[in-house]
C-alpha cells in the first residue's frame, strides 16, 4: 500500500516552468515504478513520464520530450516532474501514480493514484 499527495501547480506562463512533487506515504516506495499523468477537459487521462523502481530508466509523451525531467528521490519518498518551456496545451490536473510493474504507461497498468494538482499555462 502506498498513498501519493501531490503539489506544486500553479499558473505559469508560456515559456515558464513548474516542478510538480509527488510525496508517497510507507517505507515501500522504492519497489514501486511511479509514473505521471495529467487530464485535461474533454480529454481521456494521458501518460506523461515514468521512471523505475531505482530511477535507471524514465519514459515521456512525446509531446513532452525535452521539455519534462522525471526524477526521484527514494530517501524522501518522493518523485518530481520538472516541467519546463510549458505549453497551453500543457494546462491539465497532474497526478501521480504507482505501480509494482517494471514499466507502465497505460492508467490500468497503475495501482495507486493522487489527488492530483492543477497546471494552468496561459498564452
Known amino acids: 500500500q502506498v498513498q501519493l499527495v501531490e503539489s506544486g501547480g500553479g499558473l505559469v506562463q508560456a515559456g515558464g516552468s513548474l516542478r510538480l512533487s509527488c510525496a508517497a506515504s510507507?517505507?515501500?516506495?522504492?519497489?514501486?515504478?511511479m509514473g505521471w499523468f495529467r487530464h485535461a477537459p474533454g480529454r481521456v487521462r494521458e501518460f506523461v513520464a515514468g521512471?523505475?523502481?531505482?530511477?535507471?530508466?524514465?519514459y515521456y509523451r512525446d509531446s513532452v520530450k525535452g521539455r519534462f525531467t522525471i526524477s526521484r528521490d527514494n530517501a524522501k519518498n518522493t518523485v518530481y516532474l520538472q516541467m519546463n518551456s510549458l505549453k497551453p496545451e500543457d494546462t491539465a490536473v497532474y497526478y501521480c501514480?504507482?505501480?509494482?510493474?517494471?514499466?507502465?504507461?497505460?492508467?490500468?497498468?497503475?495501482?495507486?493514484w493522487g489527488q492530483g494538482t492543477q497546471v494552468t499555462v496561459s498564452s
Open positions: 510507507g517505507r515501500t516506495f522504492s519497489r514501486y515504478t
Open positions: 521512471i523505475t523502481w531505482n530511477g535507471g530508466n524514465t
Open positions: 501514480a504507482a505501480t509494482l510493474r517494471r514499466t507502465a504507461m497505460e492508467v490500468y497498468e497503475h495501482e495507486y
